[in-house]
């Protein structure tokens, strides 16, 4: 069973710093590339940030870049995200997601809270 399980949200106030966390099982994670994504209240999902499989490469989206970091540690089937000098705006709820493709299914997790407010 694939199970994809996102922790460490919560309330924070303008300035600090959150890690999510994303425990995965029921799949070969070390082959997947991994994304956290996040929705806010009447807007689209979108992505955040990107990590490769083996966790060389990553991407961010222009208005977390500098902010957010994205880790992975394939040992552990890990996936986290680092947030820092978090904004207001950045309240939403924030997804895991293992990156389907090449035949290959996606799959998402049921996403955590983060509320950056004072």
């Known amino acids: 069973q694939v199970q994809l399980v996102e922790s460490g949200g919560g309330l924070v106030q303008p300035g600090g710093s959150l890690r999510l966390s994303c425990a995965a099982s029921?799949?070969?994670?070390?082959?997947?590339?991994m994304s956290w994504h996040r929705q806010a209240p009447g807007k689209e999902r979108e992505l955040v940030a990107t990590?490769?499989?083996?966790?060389?490469?990553?991407n961010y989206a222009d208005s977390v870049k500098g902010r957010f970091t994205i880790s992975r540690d394939n040992a552990k089937n890990m996936v986290y995200l680092q947030m820092s000098s978090l904004k207001p705006e950045d309240t939403a709820v924030y997804f895991c997601?293992?990156?389907?493709?090449?035949?290959?299914?996606?799959?998402w997790g049921q996403g955590t809270q983060v509320t950056v407010s004072s």
């Open positions: 029921g799949f070969t994670f070390s082959i997947y590339p």
């Open positions: 997601k293992a990156v389907g493709g090449w035949g290959r299914p996606g799959y």
């Open positions: 990590i490769s499989s083996a966790g060389t490469s990553t």
